[in-house]
């Protein structure tokens, strides 16, 4: 299953040791290390805010993007729950009872209007928060500029470590290739088992040996590129056959103003005016 409310069978979320290239058993990435004290300021967690213990109690991984507005993914919060049984972590990297878990607005929980659960297509939903934090995360324009093919990208959260499911409460990273929208459509290609590969919502990234990558619990956290000290998202954890599988990179949504006259981005960061479902 995906981390967070989704369902479906292709996994996603987890960040865990071990050597590049190995082949993980379902459930577990490899070749993550340990996120340094202030590397990510932008990553919150999101919480179950009926469970008091931070570890307990997480859903999905998300990103502040602007002083009170977070970024996941639509299967992280589409389960018909309403914006209070959900909470977000805030200004810490780890989930040892650090930090500050902030409600939602009411009525703050948007969901993109297009998400498909059936495609994975427009995985995305915005979180808005009762009270104003930071600091956000940078959104590149347009993303092409940013993560062409080949591109080193990171992913950050604290998802599954090993195999049985234990979240990890440090804060993770690993780092991998972004892959070519050809390379990944024929990789996900429509197979009949209805996640397709999207090249207008998504993007792909991983090593084509498999290793360092998301698994469970780190969905909806960022996919990020950094350049000049500057932390730029580009993807959002979304799907993925296995977990770090040779040959199969984890999916992304994409996230970025476009050049053209489609804006994703901005389409899925307005929700209310575009539609999106509140709750």
Known sequence: PRGGGGGGTDALASIAPGPAGATPPDGEVV?????????????????????????????????????????????????????????VLVNTSNLDGSGQRVALAPGGLHIHPRW??????????????????????????????????GTRVTVAGWG????????????????????GNAECRSIYGADGSGLTFDPTTMLCAGEQAGGGAACFGNSGGPLVVRRGGTAYQVGIVSWSRGCGLPGFPGVYARVSHSSSGNDYFAEATRLPAQGGSAR
Do not use: M, Y
């Not at 179950?48 to 299967?75: E, F, K, S």
């Open 31 to 87: 070749s993550g290390v340990p996120a340094r004290a202030g590397e990510f300021p932008f990553v919150v967690g999101i919480l179950n805010a009926n469970i008091g213990d931070n570890r307990n109690a997480l859903v999905c991984g998300g990103t502040l993007i602007a002083p009170r507005r977070v970024l996941t993914a639509a299967h992280c919060v589409d389960g018909g729950l309403a914006a209070a049984n959900f909470e």
């Open 116 to 149: 498909s659960p059936g495609s994975g297509r427009n995985d995305v939903a915005a979180l808005d928060l009762a009270v104003t934090t930071g600091p956000a995360v940078t959104i590149p324009r347009p993303a092409q500029a940013f993560a062409p093919p």
């Open 160 to 179: 599954w470590t090993i195999p049985t499911g234990a979240t990890s409460f440090d804060l993770r990273k690993a780092s991998f290739p972004v892959v």
